[in-house]
T-cell receptor, first 113, second 114 residues
Framework: AQSVAQPEDQVNVAEGNPLTVKCTYSVSGNPYLFWYVQYPNRGLQFLLK??????LVKGSYGFEAEFNKSQTSFHLKKPSALVSDSALYFCAVRPSGTYKYIFGTGTRLKVLA | KAGVTQTPRYLIKTRGQQVTLSCSPI?????VSWYQQTPGQGLQFLFE???????NKGNFPGRFSGRQFSNSRSEMNVSTLELGDSALYLC?????????????FGQGTRLTVV
């Protein structure tokens, strides 16, 4: 079965420190991987995606993600966290040949001033 | 460029009633999909439409239905509402809905069933 796992319900990090939000996936075929962020009472905002090519993907707001095929991971990173980064982050996979996302359970990021 | 617009933003309904939610995609986007978000189940795929045709359906009962119009606007309908249908319903649009394309989400309709 195709799935996405976000092992941490919450991640706390001090402002200015690097942050990592973890994601692993299980999918047949080529993985198309995405990160979205959700602020309170809002929809999901697209951050970045991995389709093919370079394993390090750069996205919006200074975020980047590293695709690791051998570990089936797609961790979200940012070199220096801001308090305004505090939100709910979702990793998702779009199985090839389908038109839907399979989302992870989400990780709440809390950046402390 | 206007984003994805969902109406209404909030809705309170009684058990047994039916409800219709509306989604206007980004101009030019022809794929519209719907998701249900709840604290317990997370984000669950409902269905996806492209050029008025449903291409994918999630594992929801037949009480959940949708449609897409020729201008790509979409509606979803839930009949015989149950308490468990209380959720944030999110609509997303994209150019083609292909697996390698990102979707853009609306702010959602928060449905409360009492």
């Amino acid at each position: 079965a195709q799935s996405v796992a976000q092992p941490e319900d919450q991640v706390n990090v001090a402002e200015g420190n690097p942050l990592t939000v973890k994601c692993t996936y299980s999918v047949s075929g080529n993985p198309y991987l995405f990160w979205y962020v959700q602020y309170p009472n809002r929809g999901l905002q697209f951050l970045l995606k991995y389709i093919t090519g370079d394993n390090l993907v750069k996205g919006s707001y200074g975020f980047e993600a590293e695709f690791n095929k051998s570990q089936t991971s797609f961790h979200l990173k940012k070199p220096s966290a801001l308090v305004s980064d505090s939100a709910l982050y979702f990793c998702a996979v779009r199985p090839s040949g389908t038109y839907k996302y399979i989302f992870g359970t989400g990780t709440r990021l809390k950046v402390l001033a | 460029k206007a984003g994805v617009t969902q109406t209404p933003r909030y809705l309170i309904k009684t058990r047994g009633q039916q409800v219709t939610l509306s989604c206007s995609p980004i101009s030019g986007h022809r794929s519209v999909s719907w998701y249900q978000q709840t604290p317990g189940q997370g984000l669950q795929f409902l269905f996806e439409y492209f050029s008025e045709t449903q291409r994918n359906k999630g594992n929801f009962p037949g009480r959940f239905s949708g449609r897409q119009f020729s201008n790509s606007r979409s509606e979803m309908n839930v009949s015989t509402l149950e308490l468990g249908d209380s959720a944030l319903y999110l609509c997303a649009s994209s150019w083609t809905g292909g697996a390698n394309t990102e979707a853009f989400f609306g702010q959602g309709t928060r449905l409360t069933v009492v």
